[in-house]
C-alpha cells in the first residue's frame, strides 16, 4: 500500500520536504543569533550611556578606529566651532522621518587637535545645489557633551559616497575626509552632539539609540522550528491521507465487480 511513495510526484515531494527541515532549523538559529546581538548592544548601549563621561581625546586620535566597545560611549569636549569648514550630511531623515540634512561643525579643542561634531539635524534647502540655513553653534569657548560614534562608510551603511556635491556638502560622516579638506588632523570618529541644547530647538538633536527593544527575532526562531517540527507532521498526515484513498478507491473497485454478474 506503501509502493506510492516510489512515484515520480511523492518523491519529489519528500526531497522537498527532507530539504526543508534543515533549512528551517538553520533560520531558526540565525533569528536566535539576531536576538543575542540585540541583547547583547543593547547591553552595550546602556553601559556605556550611563559611563561617566571622558574627554574625547582620551578614547580617540587621529586615524583611530572607534571599536565597537566605545560606540555611544559618553564623552566631552572643550574648544571652539569652527563655522567657516561646516558641512551638512544629506539625505538624513529627522526623528520624525523628515528628509534633510545633518550639520557637522569642527570643534578645535582647547588643548589641541579638532574633533568632528554632529549637531543635528535640519530641513534641506528647497534647492539642491544650495546650502541650507543653518543656525549657528555657541561662539567663543565651549564645553560640549556626546555620543561617540565610528566613520561612517559605504560598506558599513550602505550609503553611497557620490562625487561631484556642492560645495560644503557630502553624504558620509568621516573623519578622514574632513582631515584632507581642513588640511589638519581630525580625532576618528564625531561626536553626537547631546548637551548643550540647541536655542529654538534647532537643529534638532539626534535621538538616544534604543536600547529597551529585543525585537521579535525570538519569536521568529520559535516560529521556525515550529514549522520544521511540523514539516514531517504533514508529511505523515499527507502519506496517510493517500494510503487510506487508494485502499478506498480499491475497496470500491472490488464491489462495483462483484456487483456486475447480478445486475447482469
Do not use: C
Amino acid at each position: 500500500m506503501y509502493r506510492f511513495l516510489m512515484t515520480r510526484q511523492w518523491v519529489i515531494l519528500t526531497l522537498l520536504v527532507l530539504a526543508m527541515i534543515p533549512t528551517m532549523i538553520e533560520l531558526g538559529f540565525w533569528q536566535l543569533h539576531r536576538h543575542e546581538h540585540r541583547v547583547e548592544q543593547n547591553a552595550l548601549i546602556t553601559r556605556n550611556l550611563e559611563a561617566e563621561p571622558v574627554p574625547v581625546a582620551r578614547v580617540t586620535s587621529p586615524g583611530h578606529t572607534v571599536p565597537r566597545s566605545d560606540y555611544w560611549k559618553a564623552v566631552t569636549a572643550t574648544g571652539t566651532f569652527d563655522t567657516e569648514h561646516e558641512v551638512v550630511v544629506r539625505r538624513r531623515t529627522s526623528r520624525d522621518e523628515r528628509i534633510g540634512v545633518l550639520v557637522l561643525t569642527p570643534l578645535d579643542l582647547k588643548g589641541g587637535g579638532t574633533v568632528l561634531v554632529n549637531r543635528g539635524w535640519v530641513p534641506a534647502a528647497a534647492d539642491q545645489q544650495a546650502y541650507p540655513e543653518v543656525p549657528p553653534p555657541p561662539g567663543g569657548e565651549v564645553t560640549v557633551a556626546g555620543r561617540l560614534k565610528a566613520d561612517e562608510t559605504t560598506s558599513a551603511s550602505g550609503i553611497k559616497d557620490l562625487q561631484g556635491l556642492p560645495d560644503r556638502q557630502v553624504m558620509l560622516i568621516n573623519s578622514a575626509q574632513q582631515s584632507h579638506l581642513l588640511g589638519r588632523p581630525v580625532l576618528g570618529g564625531y561626536m553626537e552632539l547631546t548637551s548643550p541644547e540647541p536655542a529654538g530647538g534647532s537643529p534638532e538633536t539626534i535621538a538616544a539609540p534604543d536600547d529597551g527593544s529585543i525585537g521579535p527575532h525570538m519569536a521568529y526562531a520559535v516560529q521556525w522550528w515550529l514549522f520544521a517540527a511540523g514539516v514531517p507532521v504533514g508529511w505523515v498526515i499527507l502519506v496517510r491521507r493517500e494510503k487510506h484513498d487508494r485502499a478506498q478507491a480499491t475497496a470500491d473497485g472490488e464491489t462495483a465487480q462483484e456487483r456486475e454478474p447480478a445486475t447482469a
